[in-house]
């Protein structure tokens, strides 16, 4: 999810400073909520997210497509 459109900014990191690369629905305290979730699963639910918060599909998918970008799925 694009950090602009999480509802507090982001993620936490372990000393509690606001994540620059994780949303707070994937990343808390430093740590991924569900470890073992594929990246096709976190696709779902991102975009499953932003048309929650009034994205269009397409929009939203484009984004979840970016994901593979990310260290974590590197």
Not at 18 to 31: F, L, T
Not at 41 to 64: C, H, N, S, Y
Request: glycine share 12%; proline share 5%; net charge positive.
């Amino acid at each position: 999810m694009p950090l602009k459109a999480d509802p507090i900014g982001g993620g936490t990191n372990a000393d509690g400073t606001r994540s620059q690369e994780y949303c707070s629905y994937c990343y808390v305290g430093g740590q991924f909520v569900n470890p073992s979730m594929t990246i096709e699963e976190m696709r779902v639910l991102v975009t499953e997210k932003l048309q929650d918060k009034g994205f269009p599909r397409l929009i939203a998918k484009i984004f979840a497509g970016g994901l593979n970008r990310l260290k974590r799925w590197r």
